[in-house]
T-cell receptor, first 114, second 115 residues
Framework: AQSVTQLGSHVSVSEGALVLLRCNYS??????LFWYVQYPNQGLQLLLK??????LVKGINGFEAEFKKSETSFHLTKPSAHMSDAAEYFC????????????FGSGTQLTVLP | DGGITQSPKYLFRKEGQNVTLSCEQN?????MYWYRQDPGQGLRLIYY???????QKGDIAEGYSVSREKKESFPLTVTSAQKNPTAFYLC??????????????FGPGTRLTVT
């Protein structure tokens, strides 16, 4: 079965500092991985996705993630944090089988300090 | 503008009452999903539908029911059998289940409070 683990339920960074949000996955098949962002009381918005085309994936708002098979990781990074990046971030993996369900991690709340 | 709408944004009900949450999409997507979100638990799948007139239980279907009579609509009913219905409910859709890489698009959510 596919699963994801997000290390750190809360991460705080200073404005302008590097953002690193960790995601490790478990999958019995080649994984398809996603990062979503959620602002308070809103739905989820796709940041980026890995579908085996390239290991370094660039997304919206300056975010990127690198797929590392040897480490079973798909960490999300951004070189310089902005106040508007404060939100909750979810890593997800597509499940094997039909319907292409997603399994989500428990989320990481990012706080950006002035 | 294409997208997913959920109504209402906030919903309050008394314990023992059934309540139906609306989800409509105009993206022409085949697949639709319902998730429940609780603090610190991420999203958990309640029901999903790959095609009109067909749906399957997700991981936490007990106490919920759905219908898919139209491609655009996938309403969720929270029944009185659901032990802890207070939560944030999210609806999503996807273009096709034919490819693993197809992402899901989410609506703005409905926050249900049952007292």
């Amino acid at each position: 079965a596919q699963s994801v683990t997000q290390l750190g339920s809360h991460v705080s960074v200073s404005e302008g500092a590097l953002v690193l949000l960790r995601c490790n996955y478990s999958s019995s098949v080649p994984p398809y991985l996603f990062w979503y962002v959620q602002y308070p009381n809103q739905g989820l918005q796709l940041l980026l996705k890995y579908t085996s085309a390239a290991t370094l994936v660039k997304g919206i708002n300056g975010f990127e993630a690198e797929f590392k098979k040897s480490e079973t990781s798909f960490h999300l990074t951004k070189p310089s944090a902005h106040m508007s990046d404060a939100a909750e971030y979810f890593c997800a993996v597509a499940r094997a089988g039909s319907a292409r369900q997603l399994t989500f991690g428990s989320g990481t709340q990012l706080t950006v300090l002035p | 503008d294409g997208g997913i709408t959920q109504s209402p944004k906030y919903l309050f009900r008394k314990e023992g009452q059934n309540v139906t949450l609306s989800c409509e999409q105009n993206l022409n997507h085949d697949a639709m999903y319902w998730y429940r979100q609780d603090p610190g638990q991420g999203l958990r799948l309640i029901y999903y539908s790959q095609i009109v007139n067909d749906f399957q239980k997700g991981d936490i279907a007990e106490g919920y029911s759905v219908s898919r009579e139209k491609k655009e609509s996938f309403p969720l009913t929270v029944t009185s059998a659901q032990k802890n219905p207070t939560a944030f409910y999210l609806c999503a859709s996807s273009t096709s289940t034919a490819h693993f890489g197809n992402e899901q698009y989410f609506g703005p959510g409905t926050r249900l409070t049952v007292t």
